[in-house]
Structure formats: structure tokens, C-alpha cells
């Protein structure tokens, strides 16, 4: 019988306390709180009042030294109190539909991955200009993540849950498998919300490329040729540069994930960033607006007609996934319309208490699980968020020069926005996808407020492209 060793999910936070007091929040958040939120499992808890994991126990004295420190120089904006609303909506459903102990421990989840996150996000990136090596951190975590689980690939088993689940016998190592494949999901609970993290993390990486921000290559991967010799007497030496091969091992784990969700979000991102990043961009980017209304129509009759099928046919997985997720949305909406206001609360293991319709007890649609949760005025805080923010991104990116890292930061974040709106739709905002969210809308407020500190003034270099695959597109 495997051991407990819950109590071990505190240590981060004793390590993070340690290093602000010695080396600033910033360098906490840096090195230890942006590590444990990504490799380590969201799923160990300490066995106390809170439950708080790794990340949770982590941020938490990060953001007081931060406060204790800069919480007088606090600039307030609307995005500030939409991210309040959003997490004291939440918590208030829960106190209207259960009891208050249970609404505590929800109101200490939602400020240690909502709104902790955020604060550290947008005071530190203004403050210590670290806006580039936070790119690169969750850069290189994420790339090893994906390197680290092709052998959850080839062998189903997961390295990353398999050796803690031996501590914290109540984590969930199962596996996901489609179209005979595993599907990774490394430290992230879910391959759904391993491939938004993972292709959020390409984002970051080509927003480093594009302002020339990491140089040099990977040291064993760059070889000579050893044929020709140029009139120096030097070989050629062929490398691939550490941004492109973050770039391909973050693609590669994406599609490891075999998940259309992430993969659908990060299309529509990356149409929208080309569109923005064009030369004529305000001229495109109208001329592409009234198009999409103009085909939206098809679009909508067409999709309709594509999922009005069995869900039980057996003939085509990806259509019945589509025809399970509209029968849930019409069944569920019935449900959520009878307590409209404040949803039906959940219970201590975080399972909502709505009552389940018969054979469809997975709500593979966060707006709807929120609705149905935690009522209206949550769901609505939080597309107001989501519509808010990216609004602002885009006017920024329009006004500003279109090489300016500042405005390349803009259209990555605002991608970034895209991804997660539409990739939440098809599975839950859970696990590390919450705080991370939460991050990029704390470092989005951050640019937007004082864009020459958040990014480096550097000039974007033009890049010498020796080899054909090294021009990728968006």
C-alpha cells in the first residue's frame, strides 16, 4: 500500500518564500513557481483546510512579498475588477447552493489560480521588464515537457503522473486513447488542456523568434558537413536554432495530444494574427470581418446539418463527438435555465450538483459547466474577460508599428485569447489552464498599460534563412 505523502504539496511554497526572500518575487516566480505549475500534477494536495497543490502553495508567498512591497504602486483598470468579479461570482454561487465551509475552500481555489496569478503577472512584468524570459521559461518547460512524453506516446505510460502517484495515491494516471494512439497529457491532467498549453507555448516561442530575442543553436544538433570547405578553409555547419527547435518539438507534442479542440483554436488564432499582421493590416483585417459575416451563415447551416446524425452510429468518432457536444448543449441548457442565476454549486471534489441527463454526464464545454455551476452572472464575467481584453489587443496592434515587439507581443496575446476561447468550448478550464489564463491576462493588462516596459527595445533583426524548412508560416 503506497504511502502519503500529501504534505509534501506545501514544499514549493516553503521554497518560494525562501528564494523571494532572498532573491526578489520576480526571480521566485521565474524559477520556481513557472516549473512547478508546469511540470508538476495539478491533482496533489496537501491534506488541509484549502487543499492547496504544488502551484497553489507556490504563488501564494510570491504574491504577499509582492504586495508587501509594490501593493502601493497598484495601478487599477476595468480588467482588474472583471478578474475580481469573476472569481467572488463564483465563489457567492457556491455559498448561495452549498454550505460556507464549502464556499471557503472554493473562494481560497479561486484566488490562488485566478486571482494570485494575475496580480504576480501584471505587477512583476512592468516592474522588472521580464516579459522576454518569462516567454522563454514557459518555452523551454513545455518543450520538455512534449520531448519527455513521446514515451507516453510509444508506451502509454505516463512519467510524469507514474513516479508522484506513488506519493499522492489519490492522482489519476489513466490513459486516453484515440484512433489507437495514446494521447499525451504529460503533467496537465488532460490531453485537451496539454495541447492548449502546448500550442500556447509555440505562440510564445514565435513571438521570440520575431523579435530576435533568443539567439543561437542547439549545441547537439549542429554538425559540419565536412565535404566542401568556402575559401576560408571552414565547412559548413549545419544547426537548427533553439527557438526553431522548441518550435518543432512544441508542434510535434501538439499533435501527439490528438486533440481538435486546441488544434481548431490555434487555426483561428493563427488566421487572425496573419490577417493582423499584414502590411495593410486595418484594411485586411475589415475587408476579413465582413467576409466571415458573409459565410458565417453557410458556415453555421452547413456545421448543422454535419452534426444531426446518431451519436451512437459507430461510423464517424469525430462526428459523433460533434453530435454529442450539440445534444449536450440543447439537454444541459434546460438544465441551467432552471437556476439561471446562480447556477447549482458543486461538491468538495469539485463534481457539479446539477442534476445529470442520462448518458451524458461528461459537459464537454466550459461555458456550459460554468452556467450550469455557477449560474449566469459568473459565465457572463468571464466572456466579458474574454471579449475585453482581446479588444484592446487588437486596437493596440492596429495603432502601433507593425514590427515593434511590443505590438508582436499584442498579436501573440491576442492569439493566445483566441486559443483558449475556443478551445475551452470543447473540454473544461481546469488544472494549470486556469492560472495560465489568468497569467496571460495579467501580462496582456501589463503591455497594455506600459508597453516600453514590458518588452525589450531591440530591432527586429532580419533572419538569414540558409535552409528551406526554416521558414515556417505565422
Known sequence: MPIDFSMLAGLPGLVALIVCLRRGPAYAFLNVYLPVLLLLPDDCRMPISGQLNFAESAIIPIAAVYLWQEGRNWEWSLTDFLVLAFASLVVCSEYMNTEYWLAQHLAISMTTTVILPYIVAKGLIVRERMGVE?????TVLATFVAIVSVYQFRMTANPFTDFVSRLFPRIDNGASFRYGFARISG??????????????????????????????????????????????GRSPIVSISKVRFCEVALVV?????????????????????MLVRTRHRTYVTLLAFFAAVIVAFPIYYAFDSY??????????????????????????????????????????????????????????????????????????????????????????????????????????????????????????????????????????????????????????????????FERVMV
Open 134 to 138: 518569462i516567454a522563454k521559461r514557459i
Open 187 to 232: 503533467p496537465w491532467t488532460h490531453p485537451i488542456l496539454a495541447g492548449i498549453i502546448l500550442l500556447f507555448a509555440y505562440r510564445t516561442a514565435r513571438w521570440l523568434e520575431w523579435t530576435g530575442e533568443w539567439r543561437g543553436s542547439v549545441p547537439f544538433l549542429s554538425f559540419s558537413l565536412g565535404t566542401t570547405y568556402d575559401r576560408h
Open 253 to 273: 507534442g501538439s499533435l501527439m495530444t490528438i486533440s481538435r479542440g486546441p488544434w481548431l483554436g490555434a487555426a483561428m488564432a493563427a488566421v487572425v494574427m
Open 307 to 468: 452534426v444531426k446524425v446518431d451519436r451512437f452510429d459507430g461510423s464517424n468518432e469525430a462526428r459523433e463527438s460533434a453530435a454529442y457536444r450539440r445534444e449536450m448543449i440543447e439537454q444541459y441548457m434546460v438544465v441551467a435555465e432552471e437556476r439561471p442565476e446562480w447556477g447549482w454549486g458543486s461538491s468538495v471534489t469539485g463534481q457539479g450538483l446539477y442534476p445529470r441527463v442520462e448518458n451524458m454526464d461528461s459537459i464537454d464545454n466550459h461555458y456550459l459547466l460554468l452556467a450550469l455551476i455557477s449560474g449566469m452572472f459568473s459565465l457572463a464575467a468571464l466572456v466579458l474577460l474574454l471579449l475585453w481584453v482581446p479588444v484592446r489587443l487588437l486596437g493596440f496592434s492596429l495603432r502601433n508599428v507593425r514590427d515593434e515587439p511590443a505590438t508582436s507581443l499584442a498579436v501573440t496575446l491576442l492569439g493566445s485569447f483566441i486559443l483558449f476561447a475556443i478551445a475551452i468550448s470543447t473540454a473544461w478550464l481546469g488544472a494549470q489552464t486556469q492560472p495560465l489564463l489568468f497569467i496571460i491576462a495579467g501580462w496582456s493588462e501589463a503591455l497594455l498599460l506600459a508597453p516600453s516596459f514590458v518588452t525589450a527595445k531591440v530591432t527586429s533583426p532580419v533572419q538569414e534563412v540558409s535552409y528551406g
